[in-house]
Nanobody
Framework: QVQLVESGGGLVQAGDSLRLSCAAS????????IGWFRQSPMKEREFVAA????????YYADAVEGRFTISRDNTENTVYLQMNSLEPEDTAVYYC??????????????????????WGQGTQVTVSS
């Protein structure tokens, strides 16, 4: 089993930056990929970013490309989502998710999302205008 715990959310103003953390613990050696999703009220869950647990090419949603960066601190098994130039439309609960076999390029697909092995509890990000 793997546990994912997100942190770093909060209330910021448009244009500000925020860094989310996802601390992974347990059998992390089994992980193949990890990523971030978000969901706001009245909207479906949305892919944000993902990459391989061991690194590699990151994948981003068009809405965040150029503003958000996914990275990992290998020594602490923590994955980060650096969010710059935040917009009110970025307001959502942000979730970290990981899988033992799915490639990160598949995280955009809803069918893959529904089958991801591990999810965190989420952290709220609110961007005021």
């Amino acid at each position: 089993q793997v546990q994912l715990v997100e942190s770093g959310g909060g209330l910021v103003q448009a244009g500000d930056s925020l860094r989310l953390s996802c601390a992974a613990s347990g059998n992390t050696f089994n992980l193949y990929s990890i990523g971030w999703f978000r969901q706001s009220p009245m909207k479906e869950r949305e892919f944000v970013a993902a990459f391989g647990w061991s690194g590699g090419v990151p994948y981003y949603a068009d809405a965040v490309e150029g503003r958000f960066t996914i990275s990992r601190d290998n020594t602490e098994n923590t994955v980060y989502l650096q969010m710059n130039s935040l917009e009110p439309e970025d307001t959502a609960v942000y979730y970290c998710a990981a899988d033992r076999s799915a490639g990160p390029q598949l995280y955009k697909g809803r069918s893959t999302q529904d089958r991801l092995d591990y999810w965190g509890q989420g952290t709220q990000v609110t961007v005021s205008s």
